[in-house]
């Protein structure tokens, strides 16, 4: 069961996306404080980099379109974090000493430096502005009075079957790939061959050979070779093939001929089953009060938000445009 690090930085500050254009011209207004298009431009730049190297194609007339619907989210993000600093200023001015105070405090939040900066790069806020939400938070919901024990309670007791671990199977397995170089595995092989090479295997075990050690030595899946093939996993998890030959199987059982998947070939040996959990109310009631507190401060600093929104004076020209040929 997850519970978010924190709810700070939750009304979408994440989804900076790309743009194109480059002049100074004003796109959007909040209370009379400009964005610009210069502005908007260098942010979505950086992000249009990030997307592409994650594989985003944005040729062709389809990717003119996502450019151009994305272009219009980030001007949306950027006019919802103008508003949220405004608001968050409000409350007054922070000290440098102070700024610090609840950076250091929120840093202990993220597991590394890195994450943290990492973090920092995706929002493309300073430390300071991040430091002046977090007290806007902070002031908002410092009054909310915590959840109470039978309001966990009975939480727990709507919620328990989403909380637990569904039953798993533990199996060892090893694979030899097929892939004629129109893949991108790591090994190549054609579909004989890797059907080959998962008999001979077979033909080791019959000899008496360790699974484990053959899969250190043979196995090709990296990800599992490492704890001999050790493999755990729920119904629904796995490739069909892969699913349905392991759980035939019985406790010590391997399977007599390689089971074929989308991958290549495997030879699966079932280890264990192991059944369903449930945790008690008193291993998750920590952490459940927390979650619920940390919802309720959500709740509270959105509608605050929304609110402000709708008192504020905002231009979005790429909205009106969009609305005007909408019009004709």
Sequence with gaps: MK???????????????????????VVATVNGEKITSQELDKRVAEAKAGYEQQGMDFSGDQGASLLETLRKSTLQEMINNTLMLQEAK???????DRVQEIIGAYKQMFSSEEEYQQL?????????????????QDELTKDL????????????????????????????????????????????????????????????????????????????????????GLYT????????????????????????????????????????????????????????????NGEAKQAKFSQFMQEAKNNAEITNKLLDQAEDNAKQ
């Excluded at 409000?90 to 440098?96: F, R, V, Y």
């Excluded at 309001?151 to 919620?159: A, C, T």
């Excluded at 759980?247 to 059982?253: N, S, W, Y």
């Design 90 to 96: 409000k409350m007054g001015t922070l000290s440098a």
């Design 3 to 25: 519970i978010w690090r924190l709810f700070a930085l939750s009304l979408s500050l994440l989804a900076l996306v790309i743009a194109a254009g480059c002049n100074g011209n």
């Design 233 to 292: 996993f729920s119904k629904g998890l796995a490739v069909p093939e892969f699913e349905e030959a392991a759980f035939a199987l019985k406790d010590g059982e391997y399977t007599k001929s390689p089971v074929k998947t989308e991958y290549g070939y495997h030879v699966i040996i079932r280890e264990k089953l192991i059944p369903a959990q449930t945790p008690s109310f008193e291993e998750v009631q920590s952490e459940l009060a927390g979650q619920m």
């Design 120 to 136: 920092l790069d995706e929002v493309k806020m300073s430390e300071e502005d991040i430091a002046y939400i977090l007290n806007l």
């Design 145 to 228: 009075p915590p959840v109470t024990d039978d309001e966990v309670k009975k939480y727990y007791e709507e919620n328990k079957e989403q909380m637990g671990q569904p039953e798993q199977l533990q199996v060892r397995h090893i694979l030899f790939f097929v892939d004629e170089g129109d893949k991108g595995y790591p090994f190549k092989h054609t579909d004989a061959e890797a059907k080959q090479l998962a008999q001979d295997v077979i033909g080791q075990l019959q000899q008496g050979k360790d699974f484990s050690q053959l899969a250190g030595e043979k196995s090709e899946d990296s990800g599992t070779k490492v704890d001999g």
